[in-house]
C-alpha cells in the first residue's frame, strides 16, 4: 500500500506542476486585425466602358457590415432616386432605381460606409468607375488640407467638388465629387469632366456631407475651379482649413450668486466686451473684466437697471455691436460684504524671475484705492527695499516698479487692506509673494532678421506648449531680439494681420474671406545661457 500511495502523489505532484505551469501560456487571441475589407471582385470591373446594366455588385474578401452607408454612399454624378442597396453574405448590390445618363461617367464612393464584420475596421474611400459611352473621363485634382493655424496636415477630411457655383452649396447639396484626406492631409479626386467647380474641403461631425454645424472646420477655394483635358499636369489645389466664428460668440447664461458679481458666460472666448447701464440721457460704465478663458465676463454693479452688453471688435464691420440686454436686480451691500469676506490678490510671478520682469498683481474684486503703507518689500532675507512704486493699471490690476538685482532673493507683503475694493468695505486679506531674480549669464538671446514680403506682421515668440512669450509687430527688414530668455526650445510664427487687431483672424465662408495666412519658422529656436544668436527669415 505504502508504494501505491507513492506513486499516485508523485504522479499528482506531476500533474499538479504541469498544470501550475501551464497557466501562464493560455493562448492570446492572437493580433489584433486592423486591415479593411478588400474588394477582390465588381460587377462591372473597375473603370469599365459601355456600361448598359441597372446594378452593379461589389465583393470583398470577408465578411462585412454596412456603416450608414445611404449618407456615406456618394455616386457622382448624383442619381434624383436613391438606389436600393442590398448585402448578401460578402457581396454588395447597389440596383439603380433610375436610368443613367448616356456617355457619363459615374464615380460610386462608398466612403466610411463598409467596414468589416468582427474588428470594425473601414473602408475608406474605395472608389468603382465606369461609363455608359465609349469613354471615361480622365481629369483630376490633387492636393493638401492643413490647419490654417498650425499649417499640419489634416486626417479623414472631406473634400467636395460642386459642379455649380452657387454660394448656398456646402449647406444645403451633397457633393458631386468627392475624397477624404489621408494621415498627411493629401487627397486625390479622379474620373473628373471637364468644367467649372466649386471647391470646399469639410471637417464634419455628422457623417452628412453638409456644412451645416458650427463646431465643423471647413475651407474654400476663392475661385471656381477650370478643368480641361488640354491640361498636361493635373492641378494642385491646397485649402486651409479653419473653425469659422459666424458671430463671434453669444451669451449662454448669466448667473449671479447675490455677491453683486453677474457672471455673463459666453459660447466662445471674446476679446473686447463692455458692459454698462443706459438711461434715457447717458450711459452709466459697469466696472467689468474677462476671465482668464476670456469666455465670461464677471460685471460689478450696484444699480438695478438693464445690462448693455457690448463688443467692440474690428472683425466686425461696425464699430460696436449689440449682443444682448440684460434684465438684473440689484443687492444690498451688507449682504454683499456678508459673502465677500476679503479681496483676493494674485500674481503670476513664480519662483524664478527674470531681471526685467514685471511685478503685476491682480485683485479679484475692481479696486477703489491702493495704500502703499501696508505694504513690505525686502531681499535677501532682511533687507529693506528703498525704492518702489505701487501703480494702478486697470480697475483689477497694479504693479510694483523697481530695479530688481540679480542673484537676490526677494520677498512682498502685502497686508491686509493694501486693496480696498469698491465695495467699500471688503479690504484685501494678507498675501506674500517670494521669488530669486535670475542672472543675465542664466538667460539666452535671440535675434531675427526679417526677410520676408509678408504685410502686417505680427510675430509671436511661443514655448512647446503653444504658449505667447512674446509679441512683436516689426517692419519688412526689420530685426527683432528676444532678450532674457530662459534656456528652452521654443518656437516662432509670423501672422499676416490684415486687419491689425493684433490677433489672429479666421476665415468667413459667408463673407468669402480666408483666414489669415500663418508662416512658421522652419526651425526650432534653442535657447542657450549665456549666449546671442541670430537667423535669418526669408522667403
Avoid at 319 to 327: G, H, K, N, R, W
Avoid at 335 to 350: D, F, G, P, Q
Avoid at 432 to 442: A, G, P, Q
Avoid at 506 to 523: A, C, H, I, S, W
Amino acid at each position: 500500500m505504502k508504494n501505491i500511495f507513492k506513486i499516485n502523489s508523485t504522479v499528482a505532484l506531476f500533474i499538479l506542476l504541469i498544470t501550475g505551469c501551464a497557466q501562464p501560456g493560455v493562448p492570446s487571441g492572437g493580433p489584433v486585425d486592423k486591415s479593411p475589407p478588400e474588394v477582390v471582385k465588381s460587377i462591372p470591373t473597375n473603370e469599365s466602358v459601355n456600361f448598359s446594366g441597372s446594378s452593379v455588385q461589389v465583393t470583398f474578401d470577408e465578411y462585412v457590415q454596412l456603416n450608414d452607408i445611404n449618407n456615406q454612399l456618394i455616386i457622382s454624378p448624383p442619381l434624383t432616386q436613391k438606389p436600393e442597396i442590398t448585402l448578401k453574405k460578402k457581396t454588395l448590390k447597389i440596383e439603380f432605381t433610375e436610368a443613367l445618363l448616356e456617355n457619363t461617367t459615374y464615380s460610386v464612393n462608398f466612403g466610411e460606409g463598409v467596414k468589416d464584420y468582427n474588428a470594425g475596421n473601414i473602408l475608406r474611400n474605395y472608389i468603382m468607375a465606369f461609363s455608359t459611352g465609349p469613354e471615361l473621363d480622365s481629369l483630376a485634382i490633387s492636393g493638401k488640407i492643413t490647419d490654417a493655424f498650425t499649417s499640419e496636415g489634416k486626417e479623414n477630411v472631406k473634400v467636395m467638388l460642386y459642379n455649380s457655383l452657387e454660394d448656398s452649396l456646402p449647406r444645403t447639396v451633397k457633393p458631386y465629387y468627392f475624397s477624404q484626406t489621408d494621415t498627411e492631409g493629401n487627397y486625390n479626386i479622379k474620373y473628373l469632366p471637364e468644367g467649372a467647380y466649386k471647391l470646399f474641403a469639410l471637417e464634419e461631425l455628422d457623417g452628412d456631407f453638409l456644412y451645416n454645424n458650427l463646431d465643423e472646420n471647413i475651407g474654400f477655394l476663392d475661385t471656381s475651379l477650370l478643368l480641361s483635358p488640354l491640361d498636361t499636369i493635373a492641378p494642385v489645389v491646397n485649402v486651409s482649413l479653419f473653425n469659422e466664428e459666424l458671430d463671434y460668440g453669444y451669451i449662454s447664461s448669466v448667473k449671479t450668486d447675490s455677491t453683486g458679481v453677474f457672471k455673463i458666460a459666453f459660447s466662445s472666448p471674446q476679446r473686447d466686451v463692455m458692459a454698462f447701464h443706459r438711461t434715457e440721457k447717458d450711459s452709466i460704465n459697469i466696472v467689468s473684466r474677462l476671465n482668464g478663458g476670456k469666455d465670461t465676463l464677471f460685471c460689478y454693479t450696484k444699480l438695478g437697471e438693464p445690462i448693455y452688453v457690448h463688443r467692440t471688435d474690428k472683425r466686425f464691420l461696425t464699430a460696436e455691436v449689440l449682443i444682448d440686454t440684460l434684465e438684473i436686480m440689484s443687492y444690498d451691500l451688507a449682504e454683499v460684504y456678508a459673502l465677500n469676506k476679503a479681496t483676493k490678490i494674485t500674481s503670476e510671478i513664480r519662483r524664478q524671475v527674470l531681471p526685467d520682469q514685471k511685478l503685476i498683481f491682480e485683485s479679484s474684486l475692481p479696486m477703489q484705492a491702493l495704500d502703499s503703507s501696508k505694504v513690505k518689500f525686502i531681499y535677501s532675507d532682511s533687507l529693506d527695499v528703498l525704492s518702489y512704486q505701487l501703480s494702478v493699471l486697470d480697475e483689477f490690476h497694479f504693479m510694483v516698479s523697481t530695479k530688481l538685482m540679480p542673484k537676490k532673493a526677494y520677498r512682498l507683503d502685502f497686508f491686509p487692506g493694501v486693496v480696498n475694493s469698491v465695495f467699500q468695505l471688503i479690504e484685501s486679506d494678507s498675501t506674500v509673494f517670494k521669488w530669486n531674480v535670475l542672472e543675465e549669464k542664466d538667460l539666452g538671446e535671440i535675434k531675427i532678421k526679417l526677410n520676408l514680403t509678408s504685410s502686417n506682421q505680427l510675430v509671436q515668440l511661443t514655448n512647446g506648449k503653444g504658449e505667447i512669450l512674446h509679441t512683436v509687430t516689426p517692419k519688412a527688414g526689420e530685426t527683432i531680439s528676444f532678450s532674457n530668455l530662459k534656456p528652452a526650445s521654443l518656437f516662432m510664427r509670423l501672422i499676416e494681420d490684415e486687419n491689425q487687431d493684433k490677433y489672429w483672424t479666421t476665415g468667413n465662408y459667408d463673407l468669402m474671406r480666408q483666414p489669415e495666412k500663418v508662416l512658421r519658422f522652419p526651425q526650432k529656436l534653442e535657447v542657450r545661457a549665456n549666449w546671442s544668436q541670430e537667423f535669418i527669415w526669408e522667403d
